[in-house]
């Protein structure tokens, strides 16, 4: 027996007159994977979400969440699905712990206290839990909102932007927390434009632009496929360098691009031969913005 | 964190009740503006109105006109804030975006359309039952069918609750909700026989009120009170529910679709 996907999106697209918002995509988000959906601003991401959560209806094709259709067997599929939306959106008739309480009972849980002050803690949201929306800072709303998708304790959460606006200790804690998600069985799904965030955190990524997949793979293979290591060199005698294929860079420093650390080898016995004279040196990691950008221009 | 613990079990109705319980709570915070104000308001109405006309009007032959005046006072200000409450509601959420949380859950539409209409009527008789309250010291009110008297309000309430939630729907800012109110609710409100008799008007005014739902919801509602209206009880009742059916239909096919709310 085939365990379901966590998420299926079977050629779903989502168009707004001429505007192809969404434009078949299609993906499998498997059980337990900790998946990144990049792409830049406008590419479908918050669409795409919206048309998980069935606050969208996609002008053709299909999503199941834990097998469960978004349309059909929308009550079983949305049990199954926390969202943290994008906007920082919140009821201002309310207090924290109500909102919770209020939240958990949409969702089928009249009692919900014990679970609500755990979430609570894990975001340093206790201090705040009986203050009124309104007083609360844009990242403690936004720490509310991650709460609010988790009062149902569902299998599959879906962040969009959860880091936007979020000072870096907070966000540390965020990821701590969700790593922990993570750990703990839950499927993530995350939206961001922090690269080396998605890099960190990703098992598996898709890149989404002008509404079409133009990149889905795992993080690893991507970095692989998509971006170079490289080595910059100051030199005693630059022009060496240039003529080995070294490209110039700001401050007199000379890069080149490699694919294994062999390659490195090479080149550095023809400096040497040469007499290029190396005065400093720094090896560059592959890293996902690099992919992102070639992918981007690419596709 | 799942598997580990055992989870409650979830229950659908839980998620209605919820649902209702916050469309309550929301007005009965703010219950000064939501409630204590349209009871002053009508108190005044009732103030000025039975000054200057109760000496001189009298209605179905021996009933002071203020009298007469205090269940349309009533009816009125429980149709409209039926009205405001889901209306306000549902444009507030949409604009402010925290619609998504009512969204998101598993709550099907009709639960969506019976806690949205239900907490209408809860603040229509709240409001209904301080303005009867605030009116009691200043007349002699009989009651003679309670039941007629409940029946209309929570029918009227239903009505316009459910007229709330086409109007917080459709509308997409605060101006065009306004518009509704005051082309629409107000007038039909206003010429529904709230302040008069129909008899006392011409003939032809008396016809075009008889097209009007809301005089049907006033004058079955004024039948309880004194036992005697411009129409027959049976046929306001009649009237006014299959209005209520109709608006319930339409409203339910709306949300159905996702008009508005389900891009
Ligand atoms: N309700 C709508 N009506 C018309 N066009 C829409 C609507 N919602 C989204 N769009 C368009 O669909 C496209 C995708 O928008 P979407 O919000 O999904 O982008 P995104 O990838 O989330 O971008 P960002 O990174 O800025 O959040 C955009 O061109 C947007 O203008
Ligand atoms: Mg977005």
């Avoid at chain 1, 936007?164 to 995350?190: C, M, P, S, Y």
């Avoid at chain 2, 709570?25 to 109405?45: D, I």
Wanted: hydrophobic fraction near 50%; aromatic fraction near 10%; glycine fraction near 10%.
């Amino acid at each position: 027996m085939s365990i379901p996907a966590a998420i299926r999106i079977q050629s779903v697209s989502k168009h707004y007159g001429a505007l192809k918002a969404l434009h078949e995509v299609s993906l499998d988000v498997m059980p337990g994977e900790f998946f990144g959906l990049l792409g830049p601003n406008g590419a479908g991401k918050t669409t795409l979400i919206s048309a998980m959560a069935g606050l969208v209806r996609p002008t053709s094709g299909s999503i199941a969440i834990m097998g469960h259709d978004v349309g059909s067997d929308y009550r079983n599929a949305r049990r199954q699905l926390g969202v943290v939306p994008q906007e920082l959106v919140f009821d201002p008739f309310f207090s924290v712990r109500e909102l919770l309480r209020i939240q958990s009972g949409y969702f089928g849980f009249a009692r919900n206290d014990d679970w609500i002050d755990e979430i609570l803690g894990h975001l340093d949201l206790l201090p705040k839990a009986d203050a009124n929306m309104r007083a609360l800072s844009g990242g403690m709303k936004r720490r509310v909102l991650v709460a609010q998708a988790l009062v149902h304790r569902p299998p599959v959460i879906v962040l969009d932007e959860p880091t936007a606006g979020v000072d870096v200790e907070l966000r540390h804690g965020l990821w701590q927390f969700i790593r922990k998600l993570n750990r703990d069985g839950h499927t993530i799904v995350l939206t961001t434009h922090y690269l080396e965030e998605a890099q960190a955190l990703c098992g598996r990524i898709a890149m989404l632009k002008n509404g079409q997949v133009v990149a889905l793979d795992s993080t690893e293979a991507l970095l692989r496929r998509f971006a170079t290591h490289s080595l910059r060199v100051r030199l005693g005698l630059p022009e060496v360098g240039l003529a080995l294929g070294g490209v110039a860079e700001e401050g007199g420093w000379l890069a080149f691009g490699f694919e294994t650390y062999a390659d490195v080898e090479v080149l550095l016995k023809r400096l040497r031969e040469a007499g290029a004279g190396i005065e400093e040196m720094t090896l560059g990691e592959p890293d996902l913005e690099q992919v992102f950008i070639e992918v981007m221009h690419h596709a | 964190m799942l598997e580990e613990r055992a989870t409650p079990r979830a229950s659908g109705w839980v998620g209605f009740r919820t649902l209702l319980y916050k469309e309550v709570l929301r007005f009965w915070k703010v219950s000064f503006q939501t409630v204590g104000a349209p009871v002053l308001n009508a108190l005044l109405f009732l103030l000025i109105f039975s000054h200057v006309l109760d000496r001189h009007v009298t209605v179905y032959g021996d009933i002071a006109y203020t009298t007469f005046l205090v269940p349309g006072l009533v009816m009125m200000s429980l149709l409209q804030n039926a009205f405001a409450n889901s209306s306000s509601s549902l444009i507030q959420s949409k604009i402010t975006g925290n619609i998504i949380f009512v969204l998101l859950p598993p709550i099907s539409y009709r639960e969506f359309y019976a806690a949205y209409v239900l907490a209408s009527v809860v603040r229509g008789l709240f409001v209904g039952l301080g303005v009867l309250l605030v009116s009691l010291p200043f007349i002699e009110l009989p009651m003679v069918y309670p039941w007629w008297v409940l029946a209309f309000a929570v029918l009227g309430g239903a009505i316009l609750g459910s007229m709330g939630v086409i109007a917080g729907i459709w509308a997409e800012k605060f101006d065009q909700l306004s518009a509704f109110q005051n082309f629409l609710i107000m007038p039909l409100t206003m010429l529904s026989g709230v302040f008069y008799s129909i008899h006392s008007l011409p003939p032809l005014w008396q016809d075009v009120s008889h097209v009007n739902p809301f005089f049907f919801m006033i004058d079955g509602f004024r039948y309880g009170f004194f036992g005697q209206s411009d129409v027959s009880p049976w046929l306001s009742l009649g009237v006014v529910s299959v209005c209520f059916v109709l608006l319930a239909v339409l409203t339910l096919a709306m949300l159905a679709r996702g008009y508005k709310l389900r891009g």
